[in-house]
Every structure is written in C-alpha cells, then in structure tokens.
Antibody, heavy 121, light 109 residues
Framework: EVQLVESGGGLVQPGGSLRLSCAAS????????MNWVRQAPGKGLEWVSF????????YYGDSVKGRFTISRDNAKNSVHLHMNSLRAEDTAIYYC??????????????WGQGTLVTVSS | SSELTQDPAVSVALGQTVRITCQGD??????GSWYQQKPGQAPVLVIY???NRPSGIPDRFSGSRSGNTASLTITGAQAEDEADYYC????????????FGGGTKLTVL
C-alpha cells in the first residue's frame, strides 16, 4: 500500500524558516516524481513545487520561488520542502503528492494527509 | 487568478446527473485530472487522462474533454459525492509547472 506521511509543520514567526518532510513507503520511491501542494484555510489547492525522480529537475510556483527549496533523498525514501522567509500567506496545510503517468497524462495519484504550517507572530 | 476556471458551486438532485467543468488553454494540450476532497480530508484522484478511474472510484464518475474544457460527469449522484472537486493540468510548454482550478463545491440535494 502506498503511504505518504508528512511531518515538520508547526507555528513559525513571519520571516522564519521551516523544513517539511514526506516519508514514502509501499512503492519504489526513486522511480516517481513528487510534488508539494498546499491549501490555505478555507481556500483551494495551490501547487507549490515539483521534483523529478532523480532530483535533477525542479520547478516552483511563482508565490514561493526564491524562498522555498525542494529536495529528495532516494536512499531514505523521502522528499523535503525547505521554507524560508515565511509569510502569513504561507499558512496552509501542505500535502506531498506522488506524480504518476498513464494514458498520455500526468496526474497526482497518491496524497499524504498533510501537515499544517501556521505563520504568525 | 487561476489559469483553470471552475464554477464555484454546483448542485444536483440525488440520483441525477451533474457535469462539472474546467476551462483553460492548457487543456488544449494536456488532459486534466480531477480530484475529490471532502472536509478535513486529503484530495483523492477520481479521473485522469482521457477518461480513467483509479481503482476504487465508482463508475458513475467519468471524464471528457472538448477544446479547452475538461468535464467531470457524475451519473446518478449519491449523497457521498458531496465534496469539493478540483481539476489540474500542467503547463502547456511541457514543463511540470502545475495549476489547479479554483474548485467546485458540489451539493447533493
């Protein structure tokens, strides 16, 4: 069974930093691309970042570019999101999502339960 | 504003058919995928590609695409289908730059 378990969320002051982790199990982690997606309270889903299976290709959403860094450790089956210069508007539940491919389409086929990040003084 | 446009809310009578749409230029190049999210839960993939359902998703869920519009159809909506539904697609340039639609809240009456 595929499992994605996020951790590392919490309360942080504006301007602070936080490191989120997503532990993967139940599949060959090194074969899959991974993403982070967030959801502010009462709002919709917002894509945050993508990392290829090897870690060599990375993309970020405009709202986090230059502040967040995605990385992965295929030996430890984990993906991380380093968040710097945090702002109140970064307050959200952060989900990691596995990216899959089939029928000429990419999609997010498995999601973790999320970890809550609150940016407040 | 989101590059994928969804109606904020849609309602359907129990047992009837409802279509939820998602519009955006990137859908001309790539199929969208659809996610169901119930309160307090993580999103769940319901449709991907041309019209594929992951294991465990009822066959009353189906997908289609015409031009720049992707559609999720629920044929015979059930009370448990009441949820938020999101479409997403990646950038038309081929990069893995993703965007989600704003979401549609489905109410089953």
């Amino acid at each position: 069974e595929v499992q994605l378990v996020e951790s590392g969320g919490g309360l942080v002051q504006p301007g602070g930093s936080l490191r989120l982790s997503c532990a993967a199990s139940g599949f060959t982690f090194s074969s899959y691309e991974m993403n982070w997606v967030r959801q502010a309270p009462g709002k919709g889903l917002e894509w945050v970042s993508f990392i290829s299976s090897s870690g060599n290709t990375i993309y970020y959403g405009d709202s986090v570019k230059g502040r967040f860094t995605i990385s992965r450790d295929n030996a430890k089956n984990s993906v991380h999101l380093h968040m710097n210069s945090l702002r109140a508007e970064d307050t959200a539940i952060y989900y990691c999502a596995r990216q899959a491919y089939g029928d000429y389409a990419y999609y997010f086929d498995n999601w973790g339960q999320g970890t809550l990040v609150t940016v407040s003084s | 504003s989101s590059e994928l446009t969804q109606d904020p809310a849609v309602s359907v009578a129990l047992g009837q058919t409802v279509r939820i749409t998602c519009q955006g230029d990137r859908l001309r190049s790539y199929y969208g995928s659809w996610y169901q999210q119930k309160p307090g839960q993580a999103p769940v993939l319901v449709i991907y590609g041309k019209n594929n359902r992951p294991s465990g998703i009822p066959d009353r869920f189906s997908g289609s695409r015409s031009g720049n519009t992707a559609s999720l159809t629920i044929t015979g909506a059930q009370a448990e289908d009441e949820a938020d539904y999101y479409c997403n697609s990646r950038d038309s340039s081929g990069n893995h730059l993703w965007v989600f639609g704003g979401g549609t809240k489905l109410t089953v009456l």
